[in-house]
């Protein structure tokens, strides 16, 4: 594959991860003031269901943005995302554990 379309990929998958996070801390943030009217009981209800869909679709985010990562790192296409020796050195780096980083232990 492109480097451009991994990038876009990465790109993407970061998008829609901080979009399903923001409306996840939105609705814990606001679920406090629809509690306490009765009047938006089932608004709680339907929320908690859009909730649980944001999850799982920022769940999804942050898989494909690190398999997207993996890709572009091996740039050998899907099989290079999928590789195992590349995901292993990919899951002991510094991008997937930020507090390995060097800068940190100085």
Known sequence: MEMYIWNT???LSKIVFYVGFACIA???F??????????HTNAVIANLTWTRT???MALIANITW?????????EEGIQGAI?????????????????????LSS
Request: charged share 15%.
């Open 9 to 11: 990929v990465i790109v």
């Open 26 to 28: 939105g609705y814990t």
């Open 30 to 39: 606001f679920r406090q003031i629809f509690e306490n009217n009765e009047s």
């Open 54 to 56: 944001y999850i799982v």
């Open 66 to 74: 690190f398999f997207a990562s993996t890709g572009a790192m091996a």
């Open 83 to 103: 590789d195992a020796d590349i995901l292993a050195i990919m899951w002991d780096s510094s991008v997937w554990h930020p507090l390995s980083s060097s800068k």
